[in-house]
């Protein structure tokens, strides 16, 4: 990235993503959270590669508001912050739902399976089945999990992506530089 790995992944931040690998190492019945396992070529792009990694854990990398990289691993956490108010808003805009015809309604899952010799394997789609009666028409999406080698947590996975593919409210705010804190 061009940046030395001290300017990237401070003592604080490197403390932060061993935190989040601890959480990725957790048993959830009976196996880790997330596990991550996959291989890449030199000419494979590095968002390409950094993106696999992050669909294995359903992670989000941001630049946090002093510079490094802050990693998120999905589990709920609950805030500690304090909340954003009145005075941090400058602007906003909402968007309640989205037009039918850009719902998407089944999710199409495969992950690398080690029993059938690290072939792609199908597991069941995870499908919305109030919006496929509301519209009538099933309206899938493939979600290829590469990197994953465990069906449930490729079905976890799948049931995390649905939620976030047709949100009821979504928009964007405009905020004062206090919110910076809160990137991460």
């Known amino acids: 990235m061009g940046e030395d790995l001290d300017d990237i992944l401070p003592p604080a931040t490197l403390a932060q993503w061993m935190e989040e690998a601890n959480i990725c190492d957790e048993d959830v019945g009976g196996r880790s959270r997330y596990l991550s396992a996959g ?12 993106n696999k990694i992050l669909a294995t854990c359903d992670g ?10 802050v990693l998120t691993v999905g589990k709920f956490r609950t805030p ?12 906003y805009t909402l968007a309640y739902g989205q037009a039918d015809e850009d719902t998407v309604n ?10 059938a010799r ?5 597991v069941a789609s ?18 290829e999990l590469s990197w994953v080698q465990n069906g449930n947590q490729a079905i976890e996975l799948g049931r995390r992506a649905m939620l976030r593919l ?14 910076l804190r809160y990137l991460g």
Do not use: M
Not at 80 to 88: L, V
Not at 106 to 115: E, G, K, M, R, Y
Not at 166 to 179: D, E, I, Q, R
């Open 166 to 179: 047709n949100p009821a409210l979504s928009g964007t705010l405009t905020t004062t530089l206090f919110v």
């Open 60 to 69: 989000w990398l941001c630049e946090g508001g002093d510079g490094s990289l």
């Open 80 to 91: 500690t912050d304090p909340p954003i108010t009145d005075k941090h808003l400058v602007g």
């Open 126 to 143: 995870i499908r919305d089945e109030e919006s496929i009666s509301r519209s009538g028409i099933v309206r899938a999406q493939p979600l």
């Open 118 to 122: 690290y072939a792609s394997y199908h």
């Open 39 to 50: 291989w890449y070529q030199f000419d494979n792009s590095p968002e390409n590669v950094i």
């Open 106 to 115: 089944q999710l199409d899952i495969s992950f690398t399976n080690p029993d």
